[in-house]
């Protein structure tokens, strides 16, 4: 915790502990940013006599202070990292044995059921995919051997919610461990955990890192055996994160909170114009009123966040609005400070079956968009001139 002193009884508040939390001055020099351990090994004193640390891919102090800083911004335990957002999911599946079933949400980021479908389903691993958007089609797919239920809210891309009170609920009773991706809001918006969820996952790629330049994934933990099983997939796989993209989140979570603020404020202009320009059919925003889970939205989340999908018609005109871009840039990708903007039947969604894409509304015509955080005047200038030329 904190060492500044703080009031009696007052928890820091998020920006303070995202500064502060795993952050504290170096105590060998007094360095207010933590060192890059760059070291693969530790010299021992002895047979078994160390100082906590003996090999950097079961430990490494910049990654203690990451794990402590991201554990305490998502309300949690621990917070185990990994190499990027995808080994994260990897080691949250590995924590499940042959035979077992995942529940998962249907319309997830497009290589989650790529890992899902193509690679662990050969070891013995069942995973079916409903819309988790209403709880009972949860409860329904359940089965005797349901062990995990997966979800992402907002999902990526069509910006569904689900309700993970209600979620959480079914879990409890049926004992199936309630895992989110909770990428695209950030601790700073949504707080599974306190929700009900067992575990939280994070792609640290994206609005935790918040600046393009590292990739990174997290598990944060609710139990202890949660956090004692992960240090282990850490030491027994050994996808974790190098010491250099530790240090590099750490200084990114640092204006995690300034930062989404700036981010949910364009977004919401953003989905606003899109909602009201005529050459766009459709936009997808749990901000925008006129989305179906808006109330939930205001209810579960602070804030809306900045990740908007939106119909242009046809590919064509996705194409042509696309390479007339000057501010965003046409990226695969999310979260960062710069607009990021991209196509999802061709790019984050590849992957996914022609047919399932139509079934789930993932047309050619669809652009997801994150907003960043330059100028919004400028912003809306380039979309505005990208859309009627
Ligand atoms: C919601 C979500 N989860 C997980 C991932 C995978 O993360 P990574 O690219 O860091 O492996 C992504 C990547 O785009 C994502 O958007």
Same mark, same amino acid.
Request: charged share 20%; with cysteine.
């Given at each position: 915790m904190l060492l500044i002193a703080m009031k009696k009884n007052r928890r820091p508040g998020f920006a303070t502990r995202a500064i502060h939390d795993g952050q504290?001055?170096?105590?060998?020099? +007094?360095?207010v940013n933590v060192p890059i #351990?760059?070291?693969s090994t530790y010299v021992q004193q +002895?047979?078994?006599?160390?100082?906590? #640390?003996?090999y950097s891919r079961v430990s490494s102090p910049t990654r203690a202070r990451l794990e402590q800083n991201l554990a305490s911004l998502e309300g949690g335990i621990a917070a185990p990292v990994f190499g990027s957002g995808m080994a994260a999911i990897n080691a949250v599946v590995s924590m499940l044995k042959s035979g077992d079933h995942v529940v998962c949400g249907n319309?997830?980021?497009?290589?989650t059921p790529r890992r899902f479908n193509q690679v662990l389903s050969g070891f013995g691993l069942e995973f079916s995919y409903v819309d988790?958007?209403?709880a009972d089609n949860i409860e329904r797919a359940?089965?005797?051997?349901?062990?995990m239920v997966y979800v992402e809210t907002?999902?990526?891309?069509?910006m569904q919610l689900s309700d993970l009170a209600a979620i959480s609920k079914v879990c409890r009773r049926k004992k199936a461990e309630l895992v989110v991706d909770n990428t695209f809001m950030s601790p700073y918006f949504q707080q599974p955990l306190a929700l009900g969820a067992d575990m939280v996952i994070h792609s640290t790629t994206k609005f935790l890192n918040g600046h393009s330049d590292g990739l990174g994934g997290v598990v944060v933990c609710s139990r202890p055996e949660q956090a004692e099983k992960l240090a282990f997939l850490q030491k027994a796989a050994g996808a974790i994160l190098s010491p250099f993209e530790c240090w590099l989140l750490l200084r990114g979570v640092k204006t995690l909170a300034a930062r989404m603020e700036v981010h949910d404020s364009n977004g919401r202009v953003v989905a606003e114009f899109l909602a009201n320009?005529?050459?766009?059919s459709k936009v997808f925003y749990p901000?925008?009123?006129?989305?179906?889970h808006h109330e939930l939205a205001k209810r579960q989340m602070s804030g809306f966040g900045s990740m908007i999908t939106f119909e242009t018609g046809s590919l064509k005109n996705a194409n042509k609005m696309l390479k007339k871009l000057r501010v965003c840039s046409l990226a695969e990708?999310?979260?960062?400070v710069e607009t990021l903007i991209s196509h999802?039947?061709?790019?984050?969604?590849?992957?996914?079956p022609e047919d399932y894409r139509a079934k789930l509304g993932i047309t050619d015509g669809l652009v997801r968009i994150s907003v960043g955080v330059e100028d919004i005047e400028d912003l809306i200038a380039d979309l505005e001139m990208a859309l009627l030329s």
């Amino acid at each position: 915790m904190l060492l500044i002193a703080m009031k009696k009884n007052r928890r820091p508040g998020f920006a303070t502990r995202a500064i502060h939390d795993g952050q504290e001055p170096d105590p060998l020099t +007094g360095a207010v940013n933590v060192p890059i #351990y760059l070291t693969s090994t530790y010299v021992q004193q +002895g047979i078994g006599e160390n100082k906590g #640390y003996e090999y950097s891919r079961v430990s490494s102090p910049t990654r203690a202070r990451l794990e402590q800083n991201l554990a305490s911004l998502e309300g949690g335990i621990a917070a185990p990292v990994f190499g990027s957002g995808m080994a994260a999911i990897n080691a949250v599946v590995s924590m499940l044995k042959s035979g077992d079933h995942v529940v998962c949400g249907n319309d997830l980021y497009g290589g989650t059921p790529r890992r899902f479908n193509q690679v662990l389903s050969g070891f013995g691993l069942e995973f079916s995919y409903v819309d988790t958007s209403d709880a009972d089609n949860i409860e329904r797919a359940l089965r005797k051997n349901t062990r995990m239920v997966y979800v992402e809210t907002p999902t990526n891309p069509l910006m569904q919610l689900s309700d993970l009170a209600a979620i959480s609920k079914v879990c409890r009773r049926k004992k199936a461990e309630l895992v989110v991706d909770n990428t695209f809001m950030s601790p700073y918006f949504q707080q599974p955990l306190a929700l009900g969820a067992d575990m939280v996952i994070h792609s640290t790629t994206k609005f935790l890192n918040g600046h393009s330049d590292g990739l990174g994934g997290v598990v944060v933990c609710s139990r202890p055996e949660q956090a004692e099983k992960l240090a282990f997939l850490q030491k027994a796989a050994g996808a974790i994160l190098s010491p250099f993209e530790c240090w590099l989140l750490l200084r990114g979570v640092k204006t995690l909170a300034a930062r989404m603020e700036v981010h949910d404020s364009n977004g919401r202009v953003v989905a606003e114009f899109l909602a009201n320009h005529r050459k766009v059919s459709k936009v997808f925003y749990p901000g925008l009123p006129h989305h179906p889970h808006h109330e939930l939205a205001k209810r579960q989340m602070s804030g809306f966040g900045s990740m908007i999908t939106f119909e242009t018609g046809s590919l064509k005109n996705a194409n042509k609005m696309l390479k007339k871009l000057r501010v965003c840039s046409l990226a695969e990708s999310l979260g960062g400070v710069e607009t990021l903007i991209s196509h999802p039947a061709t790019m984050t969604h590849a992957s996914v079956p022609e047919d399932y894409r139509a079934k789930l509304g993932i047309t050619d015509g669809l652009v997801r968009i994150s907003v960043g955080v330059e100028d919004i005047e400028d912003l809306i200038a380039d979309l505005e001139m990208a859309l009627l030329s």
